[in-house]
């Protein structure tokens, strides 16, 4: 997992063409005195430049601790650290998905959702009675199928597994 900041705020555009924020990844990012920079998103901290794995907690270094004890708690916790200094420990670590994965609407994170799903799956799942599993358009809606799935899924990413898949006239 890398550092993300071209994805800082995701948005998607509604029927109307307004841009709706449905996703945000903040991080910080501390400079030192001496040149060093690093960053914390998702409660993982990073070395400067694009691709670059996590740093562990041990090898952070003390001037980063000292900016992070700065910030205030709610700043901590929007970067994925505990309000409380005291709580901070390291994150377990993460497997990447795979990129078939991926495409299938499958993570690696956890979730309390049956794990052999995929998208498809929770697309075709919808009930065609239900009015808030569409939008007025007839696509499925995304709020829905995020709440079933766990996680964010693209309007690409539905389009992409269910293509052309649309609300059943009554």
């Known amino acids: 997992m890398s550092l993300n900041i071209e994805r800082v705020h995701v ?5 109307s063409g307004r ?17 060093g920079a690093i960053a ?3 409660g993982r901290f990073y070395s400067d430049g694009g691709g670059q794995p996590t740093i562990p907690y041990e ?25 409380d200094m005291d709580e ?6 993460v497997e990447e998905p795979t990129e078939s994965a991926q495409k299938m609407g499958k993570s690696s994170e956890p979730k309390d959702k049956e794990p052999d799903k995929t998208l498809v799956d929770y697309v075709y799942g919808l ?3 239900i ?9 499925p809606d995304l709020n829905s199928i995020k709440e079933m799935v766990g996680k964010y899924v693209s309007r ?11 609300r059943k006239e009554s």
């Open 131 to 139: 009015d808030a599993h569409w939008t007025k358009a007839g696509l």
């Open 156 to 166: 690409g990413e539905v389009e992409d597994s269910c293509p052309g898949y649309r």
């Open 11 to 15: 948005m998607e555009r509604d029927a």
């Open 59 to 83: 090898d952070v270094p003390e001037w980063a601790w000292k900016a992070v004890r700065n910030m205030t708690p709610d700043g901590r916790i929007k970067v994925g650290l505990p309000a």
């Open 40 to 42: 914390v998103q998702g």
């Open 88 to 93: 901070i420990k390291e994150p377990e670590p």
């Open 127 to 129: 009930d065609h009675s």
């Open 19 to 35: 841009d709706i924020l449905v996703k945000s990844n903040p991080y910080s990012r501390f400079v030192s005195s001496d040149g």
